[in-house]
């Protein structure tokens, strides 16, 4: 619960960074696709192994690739299909940059008004 608390704190930064910069409403709803593309190039649906080439060369810088192989590894109780504390490594440096990529916008947004 930890782990899937820390990706939500990242996400919601990266929603509330560009609700911010932008100030659209309807640019924030833009964020779906963006999860979306880094579901798809993590492994979430399949091993990595199976990956095509150049998605497997992505997921490398994917955060969400160790956040769900950490989440694997835990619900299976097997270290082998991931690294639980990669996981929360990852999802806690999600969730520091974006929360100061937002701050940052708010600080920005509060600036200009």
Known sequence: MVLGALTAVGIAGVAAAIALRTGS???????????????FTAPA???????????R????????????????ALLAGDPALGNAWAGFAAAGGLAVAMTVLATLALKERLRTQ
């Open 45 to 55: 649906f399949f091993p990595q192994e199976l990956l095509a080439p150049v998605l």
């Open 57 to 72: 060369d992505a997921s490398v810088y994917n955060p969400l690739t160790y956040i769900v192989e950490g989440v694997r």
């Open 25 to 39: 409403l309807s640019l924030l709803q833009s964020i779906f696709p963006f999860v979306f593309v880094l579901l």
